[in-house]
Nanobody, 114 residues
Framework: QVNVVESGGGLVQPGGSLGLSCATSANILSILVMGWYRQAPGKQRDLVATITTTGETNYADSVKGRFTISRDNAKNVYLQMNSLKPEDTAVYYC?????????WGQGTQVTVSS
C-alpha cells in the first residue's frame, strides 16, 4: 500500500502566498514523476505542476511565474504558490507516478478570498 499525504492548504487573501507539501511511502527507486493537480467545484481535475526524478519541471500556463514545484530526497514534493488569485481556489491533489501505478493523495483545500 502506497500512501500519499498532502499538507499545507488553507485560506489566504488574494496576492498572498501558501506552500503545500506532499510525502509518499512509495519506493524511491520506482518513482518516475511527482506532481500537483487541482480541482475546482464543478470542474475537472487539472495539472498544476510536475517534477521528474531528474528535476525536469512542467507547469500549467495559468501558474507559470507564480508557482514553484520542488522536491527533496526524491520522496517529498512541494508547491510554493505566490501571487495567489481567487481562481486558484481548489482542492489540490498530490500525484505520484511509479513504474507500476499512479497514486493520489486525499487532497488539501486552498481558498483564495478576501
Amino acid at each position: 500500500q502506497v500512501n500519499v499525504v498532502e499538507s499545507g492548504g488553507g485560506l489566504v487573501q488574494p496576492g498572498g502566498s501558501l506552500g503545500l507539501s506532499c510525502a509518499t511511502s512509495a519506493n524511491i527507486l520506482s518513482i518516475l514523476v511527482m506532481g500537483w493537480y487541482r480541482q475546482a467545484p464543478g470542474k475537472q481535475r487539472d495539472l498544476v505542476a510536475t517534477i521528474t526524478t531528474t528535476g525536469e519541471t512542467n507547469y500549467a500556463d495559468s501558474v507559470k511565474g507564480r508557482f514553484t514545484i520542488s522536491r527533496d530526497n526524491a520522496k517529498n514534493v512541494y508547491l510554493q504558490m505566490n501571487s495567489l488569485k481567487p481562481e486558484d481556489t481548489a482542492v489540490y491533489y498530490c500525484n505520484v507516478r511509479t513504474r507500476k501505478s499512479t497514486y493520489w493523495g486525499q487532497g488539501t483545500q486552498v481558498t483564495v478570498s478576501s
